[in-house]
């Protein structure tokens, strides 16, 4: 009985230590593959059709602002008024009255110069496989500059690559270390998650809605979508309300 349990427990620790090993190993594999496509130089950002920029909360518990927030927003606002993208599509959640993260990032960006005709909100941008698979199959999203903190962005890029979703990588001024030693081990974790999306579980976004498909007008053509993520056989609608448009996002 003793040895059984001696061998168990050295499984268990070749197992935890393999385990370990897969993760780092994964973890590396993901940020080298995206190095090349990563900078946050903004003259070394080839000239895109939209920005898409990754939605956390505007303040903090303490009710400061957030740096990671900031960083996203001085991003972006960099990123337009140096004319290296055309439009923005802000996608994150929107969980109440008080908590909206397209529209306090719609806000930052108007108070950083951006003009709101150019800005469109994503309420529905959940996790950041919402926000890519809603980007690429609801607005129609084929290029884009995916705006977000360093330690984000390798993720975001494998997964704009696995649902089709041609990206580069822009991020601002990195967070102090001693402030992101968190996220980034939080960071490591919602990679495997992410694996686990992608090759195991074939995870579909939590809405789908309505397409919207941004033409050079800047006004969205508006396609029904089910939520198998296919549009409906001749199906063309109009904007239902509440449905936001571009050219009325000042409403918000």
């Known amino acids: 009985m003793f040895r059984f349990l001696k061998r168990l427990l050295r499984w268990g620790i070749l197992s935890l230590?393999?385990?370990?090993?897969?993760?780092?190993?994964?973890?590396?594999?993901?940020?080298?593959r995206s190095s090349a496509r990563v900078t946050p130089d903004s003259a070394?950002?080839?000239?895109?059709p939209v920005a898409l920029v990754m939605g956390t909360s505007r303040r903090l518990d303490n009710g400061q602002i957030n740096p990671y927030w900031?960083?996203?927003?001085?991003?972006?606002?960099t990123l337009y008024l140096a004319g290296r993208v055309e439009k923005i599509l802000v996608s994150g959640s929107h969980t109440s009255a008080y908590y909206n993260e397209p529209r306090d990032m719609r806000e930052g960006l108007m108070q950083r110069g951006v003009p709101a005709s150019v800005i469109t909100m994503d309420a529905s941008g959940l996790r950041t496989l919402d926000s890519v698979i809603r980007a690429r199959e609801i607005f129609g999203v084929t290029d884009c500059v995916i705006v977000t903190d360093d330690y984000h962005l390798p993720r975001s890029l494998w997964l704009a690559d696995r649902r089709g979703l041609k990206a580069t990588?822009?991020?601002?001024?990195?967070?102090?270390?001693r402030t992101s030693v968190w996220m980034w081990g939080r960071e490591w974790l919602a990679r495997v998650n992410a694996a686990l999306d992608e090759w195991v579980l074939d995870t579909r976004a939590a809405h789908y809605g309505e397409r919207r498909t941004l033409s050079g007008s800047g006004k969205p053509a508006v396609k029904r979508i089910s939520h198998s993520g296919m549009p409906e056989a001749g199906h063309e609608i109009s904007p239902l309300p509440g449905t936001l448009r571009q050219e009325d996002s000042n409403r918000r």
């Open 169 to 177: 990588g822009f991020h601002g001024r990195p967070v102090p270390w």
């Open 70 to 77: 900031r960083s996203r927003m001085d991003a972006t606002a």
């Open 44 to 48: 070394a950002v080839p000239r895109t």
């Open 17 to 32: 230590l393999a385990g370990v090993l897969a993760l780092v190993l994964f973890n590396v594999w993901l940020v080298g």
